[in-house]
């Protein structure tokens, strides 16, 4: 798909997007020219004839030809136009043009000008570029490989009057953090017969070779030289051995701040030996979805090449249950030296996070940031629209929350309390791997934090919004791509 700025006189979209406000009479130039190609039409049913109002998520379709589609779409009250609500207008329109085999789509960048019906108070021009590529990318989006479909957009034209550089630059952050999302959301689709540890091993070894990234894959005997036996031991057993990925963009100058991303990569689990029902098991190909995510997202900011230096980590395995796995009761010993009683071999990717957060400690980063699809609790406690976000530093976590606001994205702050190591006690070793159905997101929490020695490290708990099974007002069921808006723009801050 290309991404391409037009000015209102070039642009060759097939189908053309504008928003108008609820009950108001102003005309954007983009809904001006448009009403020129109609003969006047547009504003009598518009304006006229109330075809629409503008109210949150209208839309009125005219037809200027066979090929050539205008749609008119609302965007509610001036006043109470968010980042949010803007995105979810984009994005419902998307799923609708989507349907239409349009091969082009153009739409209307809301410019901050007195005169016109789009005057954004809360977000800029570079904003309102990032937003609108994004979110038309998400609604349009639909995993399709094993279908017998082949109606994807070729092109999207974002419409401006002048193309500044600050558009171009939100225009370039949108563009690729569209794709990121695609990339992460296709690969979490896939079938875990297909993604395999060495699967997503090799992809990674790929996107390294495209950007020219430094690359480290370690396989299963590797893996056990640098002592990440915690790690290694809920992949052992199944026959699809561990990958451990390490990948490193470095800028050109001297990098403003180093940052180490840690994504969760259980590419199937079964619960092991403590096995899950067969309803809970169906979406577990999903349980690699940060691994994903941080692989989408090292290939955005290979591309923007921001002044900061991205180290990108995922321990890849398959919790399988056979005469192999790893069992309640065992005792494993973490590359820290730590030790960790298997209470419930499902509470498996805190183990694997042990490691992969060890072996961030030894890269000598500002930050470091994790995102997994860790804990059932934090389903019960936020639902499926909001991300639990955890660590060690409140300026860092206060950082982030306020990007993912800017990013459309909902999180909540959850607490890491001393007390909650109570609930990890173990005779035999320095913790268990759970503390029972209470409190569940935040003992994972700090079971985590024990396994790192950065002063800003950040959890994102993305169990319950990584992949939904019913569709919401922006994304359709199935992976979401949570969260990479926020940690892309967090990244470039």
Not at 82 to 98: D, H, M, W, Y
Not at 139 to 153: H, Q, W
Not at 274 to 303: E, F
């Amino acid at each position: 798909m290309k991404f391409l700025t037009k000015t209102i006189e070039n642009y060759e979209a097939d189908a053309v997007i504008c928003f108008v406000y609820e009950n108001s009479q102003n005309q954007s130039p983009l809904f001006k020219k448009l009403n020129e190609q109609t003969n006047n039409e547009l504003k009598k049913q518009i304006f006229e004839y109330k075809s629409i109002k503008g109210s949150v998520n209208e839309v009125f379709k005219y037809s200027i030809n066979e090929n050539k589609k205008i749609f008119i779409c609302g965007l509610g009250k001036k006043e109470e136009l968010t980042r949010k609500t803007f995105s979810q207008v984009i994005a419902n329109i998307g799923r609708i043009i989507k349907s239409l085999n349009t091969k082009s789509i153009g739409i209307e960048l809301i410019e901050n000008k007195s005169d016109c019906s789009c005057v954004l108070n809360n977000f800029n021009l570079e904003d309102a570029a990032k937003i609108t590529l994004t979110a038309l990318r998400i609604g349009l989006y639909e995993f399709t490989k094993y279908l017998n479909k082949n109606n994807e957009v070729e092109t999207i034209e974002l419409i401006c009057e002048n193309i500044t550089p600050e558009i171009e630059k939100g225009a370039q952050i949108g563009a690729y953090t569209s794709f990121a999302m695609k990339f992460a959301k296709d690969l979490v689709n896939e079938s875990a017969q297909i993604v395999t540890p060495c699967y997503v091993a090799k992809i990674a070894q790929e996107i390294a070779n495209e950007h020219k990234l430094q690359a480290k894959i370690y396989d299963k005997k590797e893996i056990k030289e640098t002592k990440m036996n915690a790690f290694l031991a809920v992949g052992q057993g199944s026959v699809n051995e561990p990958k451990f990925i390490h990948l490193t963009y470095k800028p050109e100058s001297t990098p403003r701040k180093k940052v180490a991303l840690i994504g969760k990569g259980i590419t199937f689990d079964a619960g092991g030996m403590n096995i899950k029902p067969a309803t809970s098991m169906l979406t577990m190909k999903s349980d690699m979805t940060g691994a994903a995510s941080v692989l989408g997202i090292m290939q955005a900011i290979a591309k923007i090449k921001p002044d900061i230096e991205l180290h990108v980590i995922s321990a890849l395995c398959e919790n399988m249950t056979s005469g192999s796995a790893y069992k309640q009761g065992d005792v494993l010993t973490a590359m820290n030296g730590k030790t960790i009683e298997v209470d419930n071999t499902d509470a498996e990717g805190r183990i694997t996070l042990a490691d992969a957060l060890c072996y961030a400690d030894k890269l000598n980063v500002d930050e470091v940031i994790d995102i997994a699809t860790l804990t059932g609790a934090v389903i019960v406690s936020l639902g499926h629209n909001i991300t639990g976000v955890l660590g060690n530093n409140q300026e860092q976590i206060n950082k982030f929350i306020e990007t993912s606001k800017e990013s459309c994205e909902n999180t909540w702050q959850m607490p890491i309390l001393d007390e909650l190591k109570d609930n990890l006690k173990s005779e035999i070793a320095d913790f268990k791997n759970t503390g029972g159905r209470n409190a569940g997101t935040s003992t994972a929490g700090w079971f985590l934090s024990n396994f790192t020695k950065s002063k800003k490290w950040l959890h994102l708990d993305i169990a319950g919004t990584a992949y939904i099974d019913k569709s919401n007002r922006e994304t359709l069921s199935g992976a979401t791509g949570v969260m990479i808006r926020s940690l892309i723009n967090y990244l470039l801050k």
